[in-house]
């Protein structure tokens, strides 16, 4: 079967581009697409709509969410406070699949963080 290999890019609209791709770039390690193509390593990445009603990301007029995948998710959150970014937490949001945490980047976009549980077959890196 013919069929889609993997994410080649994620685009959105930003009022100051130049300065939010220097913010994913200083903060989350994110190559600026104009210096250089971010080489993101090889590993699960997970496809799924919500349904409309979904109160799982935040305001109810925000259609999409990123998910990062992380190696330390203590590490990357102790970076981002100590950096001055908000990091949320929620027990509920752990689970078998891994731990999160919510960020937002400066144009109020939600940002979710994922270390992956290691014994999950198929998701683990």
Wanted: negative net charge.
């Amino acid at each position: 079967m013919v069929k889609v290999t993997g994410i080649g890019g994620v685009f959105f609209r930003a009022r100051d581009p130049q300065a939010l791709a220097a913010w994913y770039e200083r903060h989350l390690g994110i190559d600026d697409f104009q210096k250089s193509v971010w080489a993101q390593q090889a590993g699960s990445t997970i496809f799924a709509p919500f349904a409309h009603g979904t109160e799982y990301f935040g305001r109810a007029e925000q259609q999409w969410m990123i998910n990062f995948r992380v190696d330390d998710l203590d590490g990357m959150m102790a970076k981002l406070k100590a950096d001055g970014i908000a990091v949320e937490t929620r027990v509920e949001w752990d689970s078998e699949v891994g731990r999160f945490c919510r960020i937002h980047d400066p144009e109020g976009n939600p940002i979710e963080l994922w270390e992956p549980a290691k014994n999950v077959a198929g998701l683990a890196d």
